[in-house]
């Protein structure tokens, strides 16, 4: 009984590191902070997504997949400008995360795009999103909806 005992302890122990890291993740030695979307207009085909992915470790990542249940896929994409067209790229081959640095995900720049929406995201919603890494395996994270056309706040450190 000793095993069940313990994984009890650990399930206890998540539970109450619960409320005070709710926004984030860790996965081997990745961490993923403040996720979160925009809301979307309600026939919108797409949706961006955005984190930050902090390399603690001694060797590189790579994002190279994510999916959602709210979306048909969910795609890393980069925007450039090109000439004076800003367009949107997928990575092809994932997105990588140098050791000791942190990646941001933001508008503008790399984002999650999601796909094929099943249903508009909505203002104070949770999206669920799958980040899938090359060697840190894969993590559920949720992605904080918040108002069309808003940034959250600057995390306070
Ligand atoms: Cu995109």
Known sequence: M???????????????????AAQ???VGSLEIGRPWARATPPTAPTGGGFLTVTNKGTTPDKLISAKSPVAETVQIHEMKMEGNVMRMREQGSGLEIPPGATVTLAP?????????????????EKVPVTLVFEKAGSIDVELAVVAMGATPAPEHK
Request: no cysteine; hydrophobic share 50%; glycine share 12%.
């Open 2 to 20: 000793i095993p069940l005992r313990t994984s009890l302890l650990v399930l206890v122990a998540a539970f109450l590191a619960g409320p005070a």
């Open 24 to 26: 984030d993740y860790r």
């Open 108 to 124: 503008g720049h790399f984002h999650l795009m999601m796909m094929g929406l099943k249903g508009p995201l909505k203002q104070g």
